[in-house]
Each structure stands twice: as structure tokens, then as C-alpha cells.
């Protein structure tokens, strides 16, 4: 509660007394101090001059002030891909200081992949000028099942990626805990947290594109189902639904290559530019993801469904998508693009490190008294 505030003021530029933080959460000032030398003890908090830089407005010492220390750790956000491992580098307060990515290609080996991500993670870091033994945790966004030890369950999309103990793999390469969970539910966290499904609660997160998948939040918790495999609408396609979104998006009779987004930007580019063959394909695509969305929609009832994925021009199945689930849905689910687009899981995933964080932060015992909280934040 005293650290939630003391981080709130100095996103807003404040460092508030003792009093101030007493008013805000509603605890006695004795109690407040505890806490607040535990976090100086902890390096989580710091004393400040004045709250804005300028002289204490009274005659008489001016009261102690304090800051929540950003600078105390850092954070990583890792997004691992067919493609591409993007890292983004942030603050305990979420601030995002470096970045770096690497390119794949489907058919590299489970190992290279990893050490792509090893080499993307101290790439990031050095630019941003932060030290290795700075981060204080690590967010994985991957395809697959994952289960809860941080192991792939299953992955079609990466070669040797199931079975894989992927989050012990991490966590000796790059020297912190790591959280791992499945890329789209992990896109829908980073929505939630900085893109278009701030103040939702319950959402579903579309991956479009040649390997469609989704994530879903309820009541603003991941929904990873019984044994993780919720949101995999990619397997749609093999229940006897005939052709795959390779053969769908093609224009010449001849599939797209598969996990080439760029080809689907392409034929997107083109449905824009009022070619008929590109548009038809278009159509196909977005009618067999209006049934893959509403299997969803009809179960989850979410308030919003956000699109997005690594082609450019999805924006542009936002319209006919919403128009199509009105047709198919008992309550039609306001619909938006992505705000965060191919860097959606990274901020997912940076967002999942920082709860883990959090929880520890947020469990710092003031001398001789009880944890502040010692429930996990969203």
C-alpha cells in the first residue's frame, strides 16, 4: 500500500512527507515510517530533498520526503518468434530504457533460438548502459503450451521447442528469474497494460495472421484454461475445415509460404489498392477468422476483441470483423486494432516480470510488523 503510493506520486512527479503517504493510504504515521524505512532498507525507496525541487514553502525544517528508486532494478521482456526474439529493456517503474532484436528463420534449432535470446538480452542491456546483475526478473512471451514450471509443453511452430525446459534454459543463460507464458496471452497483458485494452478487463487478443492464435483476460486474469491450451485457434483449421490461411491469403493458386508475414502485408497492401484477386483473398481470410473469433466470443462474452500480429495492414480486418461477429454473436464485442502491433508481446512479457517483482516489492516487512500485501498485483 505505502510503496503502490510512493511509486503513484513519483509517476507524477512527486516525492511525497510521511504525512502525505499517511493521508493517501490511510494509515497511522508510526506505521507508515515502519514501512518506509523498511523499503530504504530494502533500496526500493529513497529520501528526497522536496517533492518538486524547490525550498519547503514553511519557515522551520521542511519534512523528509521520500521517492520510489526505479533505478533500484531492471526488468527484461522477452518475445520469442518464428522470426524474430525482440528484448525490451525497462525500470521497476515500467519505463522502457533499451531494446534489440534478432532475426530467425522458422528452421532454426531450438538452441540457436535460445542463444539469439541470450545474445538480443546483452545487447539490450549494453545499449541502455545497464548491468547484467541489474535485472531483477524476465517475462518470456513463446509459442506453445507452456506449463508452469516455465517448460513447452508443445510448440508446432519452433523445431525442438517441446519438451524444452525453457524458463530453467533462461534462467541460467540470463542470470534472473524468468516467467514464461504462451505469446498471445502474453500480447493480451501488454494490451491491457499500455495499448488499446487499458480499463478492460475482459479481452481477447487475436494474433492474426498465417498462424492465428488468441489470448483471453478475464475479470483481468490471463485465461490459460485446464491445461494451458486455451486460445489455440490455429488447430481450428483441422477439424475437417478444409484449406489453412496459406491457401486462403493466396492469390495464384499456390499457398503463401508459411509464417511469411510479410507475404500476408503484401496481400493486404494490394486488397487496398483495389486489386480483385487480393480482395477476394482478403475476404477468405477474414470470414474464416470471424468463425475462428466468435468460437471465442460466445464463450468468453469479452468486452473487447483486439487484433493484432507481425503482418502490416491487419488494421484493415478491424471493420469487416466487426461487422461479421454482429451477425454471429448474441453481444457483439466492440473491436480495435492493436496500439502495440509486433511489440505487443514484449511489453506482455515485461509486464509479467514486473509482477513478479511486484510481489516481492510489495511484500517488504516493515520492522517487527506484518508483510505490506502479500497478494500478487495484476
Not at 52 to 57: E, I, N, Q
Not at 148 to 161: I, N, Q
Request: some cysteine.
Amino acid at each position: 500500500m505505502v510503496l503502490r503510493a510512493l511509486r503513484a506520486a513519483g509517476e507524477s512527479g512527486r516525492s511525497p512527507s510521511l504525512a502525505e503517504l499517511a493521508a493517501v493510504t490511510g494509515l497511522s504515521r508510526p506505521t507508515v515510517e515502519q514501512v518506509v524505512e523498511s523499503l530504504l532498507g530494502a533500496g526500493y525507496a529513497a529520501a528526497a530533498v522536496n517533492g518538486d525541487g524547490t525550498r519547503a514553502p514553511r519557515v522551520g525544517r521542511p519534512a523528509r520526503r521520500f521517492r520510489f528508486r526505479a533505478e533500484a532494478g531492471h526488468l527484461l521482456g522477452v518475445e520469442i518468434g518464428a522470426l524474430r526474439v525482440a528484448v525490451l529493456v525497462s525500470d521497476l517503474a515500467g519505463r522502457r530504457v533499451g531494446s534489440a532484436v534478432r532475426t530467425a528463420t522458422a528452421r532454426t534449432p531450438a538452441a540457436e533460438r535460445l542463444a539469439l535470446v541470450e545474445g538480443a538480452a546483452r545487447a539490450a542491456l549494453m545499449a541502455s548502459g545497464v548491468a547484467r546483475d541489474s535485472v531483477r526478473a524476465v517475462g518470456v512471451g513463446s509459442p506453445g503450451i507452456m506449463a508452469a514450471d516455465g517448460s513447452v509443453r508443445l510448440c508446432a511452430a519452433l523445431p525442438g521447442w517441446t519438451g524444452l525446459a525453457l524458463g530453467e534454459r533462461l534462467r541460467a543463460a540470463l542470470g534472473a528469474p524468468v516467467v514464461v507464458e504462451n505469446d498471445a496471452n502474453v500480447a493480451a497483458v501488454g494490451e491491457r497494460w499500455r495499448g488499446t485494452a487499458v480499463g478492460c478487463d475482459d479481452v481477447v487478443m487475436v494474433l492474426a495472421g498465417l498462424s492465428p492464435g488468441a489470448g483471453s483476460l478475464i475479470g483481468g486474469r490471463v485465461h490459460r484454461g485446464y491445461g494451458g491450451a486455451a486460445g489455440e485457434i490455429g488447430a481450428l483449421h483441422l477439424l475437417g475445415r478444409g484449406a489453412t490461411p496459406e491457401s486462403l491469403l493466396s492469390t495464384d493458386g499456390r499457398p503463401l509460404a508459411a509464417l511469411d508475414e510479410a507475404a500476408v502485408g503484401r496481400v493486404f497492401e494490394r486488397a487496398r489498392g483495389g486489386e480483385a484477386l487480393a480482395g477476394a483473398a482478403v475476404e477468405r481470410y477474414v470470414e474464416r477468422l470471424t468463425h475462428d473469433v466468435t468460437a471465442l466470443v460466445l464463450a468468453l462474452d469479452p468486452e473487447l476483441v483486439v487484433v493484432g500480429g507481425w503482418a502490416s495492414g491487419l488494421d484493415g480486418v478491424v471493420e469487416p470483423l466487426a461487422r461479421e461477429l454482429s451477425r454471429y454473436c448474441l453481444r457483439t464485442p466492440r473491436v480495435a486494432a492493436s496500439a502495440l502491433g509486433a511489440e505487443a508481446i514484449a511489453w506482455g512479457a515485461l509486464r509479467m516480470a514486473l509482477d513478479r517483482v511486484e510481489a516481492e516489492m510489495f511484500a517488504v516487512h516493515p520492522p517487527g510488523g506484518p508483510a505490506e500485501c502479500g497478494v500478487r498485483p495484476e
